[in-house]
């Protein structure tokens, strides 16, 4: 069966993230003042050939531990649906 | 003493490291192909700086997956000598020979300007016998230069003599002005535990001929000369 990951890597909450700094500063200067915490990652989606629902979050799941997040850094979640 | 440079699609420092190892060092250095998986004999890896990969994911994340980084990372396994420059370093840390990792700069900006270091010890085979209390200039080119790490690691490596440069202005004083890209403790370079893989930001290849009018990066890559003594 082929299944479709959604995944978000995002820089974790106690990491300054200077490009969401900058866009919220841009906001700001939209006049969009209530906009506070802005931070920028990145939207990975990707297919994945696995025999049950649990053997394709187990490779997402993976992927994301192996490559695609630096854990260092990095916080991910994913939603894996059947194709 | 063999030197050896991987070579990456995108690594744009490989020539000027072997042009300065050759010419400038007189030492006998040889570029290996990121798709090999033969060192070649080489004593001494060096990741060069550049852009592997385009920089695509994370700065060094997919170099850090080509053929010749299991023959690396079983070198400096076994005690092999690496030392990983600006983009290199960023490799080391994505392949785990170093602690820590590589953030996008402070201000959000590219680096690219002569910065002072101040070596931080004398305990390592690349900051031998280095004047500790002198500031080499050396430039920096980056936009993921920002050294962080957890607190404990950072707590662990400073404890453990690891920290090997810190970023100073002219005089040598360790300053948060001096600091160009919000590296935590101003870290520019350090060493894992074992003291057999290096990684540092700052470009000492690109301060090494005397045409370009500034050899303090010779000094400091001269130090890796004493293992061939």
Not at chain 1, 6 to 35: R, S, Y
Not at chain 2, 2 to 25: A, E, M, Q
Not at chain 2, 71 to 81: Q, S
Request: proline share 4%.
């Amino acid at each position: 069966m082929k299944f479709f990951a959604e995944i978000n890597v995002l820089p974790q909450k106690e990491i300054l993230d200077p490009q969401g700094k900058a866009v919220k500063l841009g906001l700001h200067n939209l006049g969009m003042d209530a906009i506070d915490n802005v931070r920028i990652g990145k939207r990975i989606t990707l297919e994945v050939e696995a025999d049950s629902q649990e053997a394709a979050e187990a490779q997402v799941k993976t992927a994301c531990e192996k490559l695609l997040a630096n854990l260092i850094m990095e916080s991910f979640d994913f939603v894996v649906k059947p194709l | 003493m063999k030197f050896g440079v991987v070579v990456f699609p995108g690594s744009n420092c490989d020539d000027d490291t072997v042009h300065v190892f050759r010419h400038i060092l007189g030492q006998e250095i040889v570029k290996l192909w990121h798709k090999s998986t033969n060192l070649e004999g080489c004593d001494f890896l060096i990741i060069p700086g550049g852009f592997s990969y385009g920089d695509y994911l994370r700065s060094g994340a997919i170099a850090r997956f080509s053929p010749i980084m299991d023959k690396v990372i079983e070198h400096a396994n076994a005690g092999g000598y690496v030392l990983g420059i600006c983009n290199g370093f960023q490799v080391l840390v994505e392949a785990g020979l170093l602690p820590g990792v590589l953030l996008r700069n402070d201000h959000q900006k590219f680096n690219s300007k002569n910065v002072y270091l101040r070596a931080a010890t004398n305990h390592s085979l690349f900051t031998g016998d280095l004047d500790l209390t002198r500031a080499y200039k050396v430039p920096v080119a980056h936009a993921e230069g920002r050294y962080f790490t957890d607190e404990a690691t950072l707590k662990q490596i400073i404890d453990n003599d690891q920290v090997l440069f810190r970023y100073c202005d002219a005089d040598g004083q360790v300053t948060e002005a001096a600091n160009p890209n919000g590296s935590l403790d101003n870290i520019a370079g350090i060493c894992n535990a074992g003291r057999n893989v290096f990684g540092l930001m700052p470009h000492p290849e690109r301060a090494s001929d005397p045409l370009l009018g500034n050899t303090d990066g010779r000094i400091l890559l001269e130090q890796l000369l004493a293992v061939t003594a």
